[in-house]
């Protein structure tokens, strides 16, 4: 009995070692098989062609729609950052004037406030030619054509020029990303057109439809689209905020103007010495 377990033992053995060289000899097969797919595989990954490349191909045409895109970005993030540097300068120094102009006892210290540190913010620029314009008005009359009229009137034409001279700044390159993100997608689009026709060209050119020849022109017009969405995105998202950001001040400032002018012209403060801080509405 032993004899006959011990020889199935065997059998089993064997049978299971010629199975383990089979299989490890298909699978050296198979490996050795699939190593030419893998290597040109590898190679074709490692040669795919990128952005620049297509449009190192591209013609002069598609050369200059690039470069106008890359002008369009550039110009676009330049003003991006320095308008938002510049918004935040300006609502500090704002912030930091209005503290100082409602705590101070007269208009002769806010003058020399002014005179100290210079009016390098739209408040205390329309403070400082509101206060001049009452006192030059007062004191010598309507000299000018533009000085006639009542010491009120001046006022309210000097503060109404001072805030559209400040309103005017503040908009200073918003007309420009607007343009850039109206203008940006067509300009990628007319790139999309141009790589088409150049593969539908090259189609018929051609005696049979081939990858090669339309991979160009395709990648063209694809990286044009998707260049063209990339500058004006960045631009029309900075141009709502920036509009945004200029109508919140220009509500304070002119709140601000309404409560200078009544206490020019009245010598009387219209709130309990609080900076005119009036939500605007979005």
Do not use: C
Not at 16 to 25: F, K, P, V
Not at 113 to 122: F, K
Not at 136 to 147: D, I, P, Q
């Amino acid at each position: 009995m032993s004899e006959v377990l011990q020889s199935l033992i065997t059998i089993v053995a064997q049978a299971a070692s010629e199975s383990i060289e089979s299989t490890t000899t298909l699978v050296q097969e198979a490996t050795n098989s699939a190593a030419p797919v893998l290597t040109e595989m590898a190679g074709i990954t490692q040669e795919q062609p990128g952005m620049l490349e297509f449009i190192a191909q591209s013609d002069m045409v598609g050369k200059a729609l690039f470069v106008i895109l890359v002008l369009m970005s550039l110009t676009s993030w330049y003003l991006i950052f320095v308008k938002s540097i510049t918004n935040w300068r300006i609502g500090r120094r704002s912030e930091r004037f209005l503290q100082q102009f409602w705590a101070a006892s007269s208009l002769e210290q806010v003058e020399n406030e002014i005179a100290t540190h210079g009016a390098n913010e739209p408040f205390s620029h329309l403070a400082s030619h509101a206060i001049h314009a009452r006192n030059h008005h007062e004191k010598y009359g309507a000299v000018r054509l533009e000085e006639k009229g009542s010491t009120n009137a001046f006022v309210t034409r000097t503060i109404r020029k001072v805030i559209d001279e400040e309103t005017a700044k503040l908009e200073n390159g918003l007309a420009v990303l607007a343009s850039i993100g109206s203008t940006a997608p067509f300009v990628g689009l007319f790139g999309t057109v141009w790589g088409v026709y150049h593969a539908l060209i090259g189609i018929g050119l051609s005696d049979g439809v081939s990858i090669s020849r339309i991979a160009g022109p395709v990648g063209e017009a694809l990286v044009m689209t998707g260049l063209g969405l990339a500058v004006a995105i960045p631009a029309v998202l900075a141009y709502n905020a920036f509009v945004r950001t200029n109508r919140v001040y220009l509500a304070r400032l002119d709140a601000f103007a309404h409560d200078l002018f009544t206490f020019l012209t009245t010598g009387q403060q219209v709130s309990s010495k609080r900076p005119a801080t009036r939500a605007a509405q979005a």
